[in-house]
Nanobody
Framework: QVQLVESGGGLVHSGGSQRLSCFAN????????MGWYRQAPGRQRDLVAI???????RYADSVKGRFTVSRDNAKRTVYLQMDSLQPEDTAVYYC?????????WGQGLQVTVAS
């Protein structure tokens, strides 16, 4: 039984930083993709950053140079380091993994960036 356990989020001022964490509980072996999506009110859920099991990354253009995704495979955890946060980054951030041919989603973390 897979459960994604997320931590982090909250209120940050413009220009600040925040780190999100997601533990893929109940998984064994390699997790093909781990990463993060986000959804603002009235908007679709969009990719933020992902990393594959062979360390390939993909970022949304809007976060390149500011956000960094990383994985600790021994801890079965993916992180998102967010720097230089802007009000446009305000959203619910969802952890996502692709594992044994299906997607799993976290409950979501609210990140609010005040101007």
């Amino acid at each position: 039984q897979v459960q994604l356990v997320e931590s982090g989020g909250g209120l940050v001022h413009s220009g600040g930083s925040q780190r999100l964490s997601c533990f893929a509980n109940g998984t064994t072996g390699s997790i093909y993709v781990m990463g993060w999506y986000r959804q603002a009110p009235g908007r679709q859920r969009d990719l933020v950053a992902i990393m594959t099991s062979d360390d390939k990354t993909r970022y949304a253009d809007s976060v390149k140079g500011r956000f960094t995704v990383s994985r600790d495979n021994a801890k079965r955890t993916v992180y998102l380091q967010m720097d230089s946060l802007q009000p446009e980054d305000t959203a619910v951030y969802y952890c996502n993994i692709y594992y044994i041919r299906r997607d799993y989603w976290g409950q979501g973390l609210q990140v609010t960036v005040a101007s």
